[in-house]
């Protein structure tokens, strides 16, 4: 075989190397883009599920609040009436 030839067959094996391990890792960004998607999913499904413990937290506190309030009143009632 002629070297220009040889030399010929040599690149064109070489670059369809190249062309496949690239294509390979190409092929890879789907699965890297597909747990991504589902990795934010879920966060946004833990940010929602915590906002709604947020909601309830406050709801809580404010009940706390009027409690207090109620019980801070009875006592100055009482208070009141023994003096």
């Known amino acids: 075989m002629e070297p220009e030839v040889r030399n010929f067959i040599d690149n064109v094996d070489s670059w369809i190397k190249q062309i496949r391990r690239e294509f390979s890792t190409f092929t890879d960004v789907p699965s890297v883009v597909t747990e991504n998607t589902d990795n934010i999913q879920h966060n946004y499904e833990l940010i929602y ?7 309830e937290l406050k709801q809580e506190v404010n009940a706390l609040k009027l409690i207090q ?15």
């Open 69 to 83: 309030i109620v019980n801070l009143k009875k006592g100055k009632k009482e208070e009141l009436e023994v003096n």
């Open 49 to 55: 599920e915590l906002r709604d413990q947020v909601e």
